[in-house]
């Protein structure tokens, strides 16, 4: 019964591929969020769904492209994979936007070929 | 822009050693703050927090004091364990937003 949960744990593809990594969570969260990590360990924040609306959206390549189809699930598809995605992405959740704990996910470790 | 700066690592002690993590931050207003740890082969939790200035957070022994003044955040320990070997992130969200703000992490090894 984890509470954040991705799918896969590893992926490893080739340059120029589509690929998808999923994210749901059971705490009945309204906020969701996507963070990458990349190989020193530093973490930023990508995107960020309410209710299924986008709310947060960082200066991240158009290639990338969330989708909430409801509240507890959100997914991100990546487009054209370059050598420079390759890293680790943690999908989080909230009770609700603001300055609520987020509860993360053990992360989608991403290598790019 | 709102910015976070913890000490660079890595931070090797010996268990029952002191431990200290350095924080500082940079916001344009009354910011929340906060200390993540990141196990091996885990997502973060939730270490710690403070909302408003001269806030202690604690949790397992760790502590952190919010100083306005200083504009720092800094994690301390009295006596580490093996088990708190993990990254150390500070982390800060603003006006009531949910964006989070990382430093760049702070990894900690405590030997036996």
């Known amino acids: 019964d984890t509470a954040v949960s991705q799918t896969p744990k590893y992926l490893v593809t080739q340059m120029g591929n589509d690929k998808s990594i999923k994210c749901e969570q059971n705490l009945g969260h309204d906020t969701m969020y996507w963070y990458k990590q990349d190989s020193k360990k530093f973490l930023k924040i990508m995107f960020s769904y309410n209710n299924k609306e986008l709310i947060i959206n960082e200066t991240v390549p158009n290639r990338f492209s969330p989708k909430s189809p409801d509240k507890a699930h959100l997914n991100l598809h990546i487009n054209s994979l370059e050598l420079g995605d390759s890293a680790v992405y943690f999908c989080?959740?909230?009770?609700?936007?603001?300055?609520?704990?987020?509860?993360f996910g053990p992360g989608t470790r991403l290598t790019v070929t | 822009g709102n910015s976070v700066t913890q000490m660079e690592g890595p931070v090797t002690l010996s268990e029952e050693a002191f431990l200290t993590i350095n924080c500082t931050y940079t916001a344009t207003g009354y910011p929340s703050l906060f200390w993540y740890v990141q196990y091996p082969g885990e997502g973060l939790q939730l270490l710690l927090k403070?909302?408003?200035?001269?806030d202690k957070g604690s949790n397992k022994g760790f502590e952190a004091t919010y100083r306005k003044e200083t504009t720092s955040f800094h994690l301390e320990k009295g006596s580490v364990q093996v088990s708190d070997s993990a990254v150390y992130f500070c982390?800060?969200?603003?006006?009531?937003?949910?964006?989070?703000?990382f430093g760049k992490g702070t990894k900690l090894t405590v030997n036996p």
């Open positions: 989080a959740s909230s009770l609700d936007r603001g300055r609520y704990e987020q509860y």
């Open positions: 982390a800060l969200s603003e006006g009531g937003s949910e964006k989070l703000v």
């Open positions: 403070a909302t408003k200035a001269d």
